[in-house]
């Protein structure tokens, strides 16, 4: 009876031991493909982020390469205005014009407000100097400038010194 009951026993162990086994043996292989299929999952979505990033960048690309085109016409069409119906005589006049059409394009509303507002009325370039340049000042810094108009020089004079030999 003692020997069955041992050997009942060591059966029961082997068996217990055989079903842990194939439980841990199940859990590991399962483990193995899960990780595998994870991994093959991260390969697909990588590719395909990259795909995307590359399909995102061309769309970039040709909406830079349009608008660009697009601001070289207009400038086109400007400096052609201004040569066709530019009434002023001399070249500094359509010259300077020319940039205004250019600040009418890309300037922001408010610096292009201030710069015409600012201009109308002024006989002399360098009378116009300082609130042109605060217009611009303003849109750069924001409320961060003090500086006003009047705080700004109208004109800069200089000489040229020769160099002495």
Known sequence: MTQL????????IVLILI???????LKESTK?????????HKRDLSKELELYKKEIDLEYEK??????????VFEELINSLED?????????????NKIYGRLVLYAPDEVYKSVKDNLEG???PKDAKPFIY?????????????LEAKDLHKHISASIVPKQT
Do not use: C, P
């Open 122 to 124: 002024i006989k002399h």
């Open 32 to 40: 193995t493909l899960l990780n595998k299929e994870l991994e093959k």
């Open 84 to 96: 066709m119906w530019g009434k002023e005589d001399n070249k500094e006049s359509l010259d300077l």
């Open 5 to 12: 009951i041992i050997t009942f026993l060591g059966g029961s």
């Open 63 to 72: 909406h830079l390469s349009i608008q660009n085109r697009r601001r070289e």
């Open 134 to 146: 605060y217009a611009l000042r303003k849109e750069l810094f924001g409320d961060n400038t003090n």
């Open 19 to 25: 079903f842990y086994g194939s439980v841990w043996l």
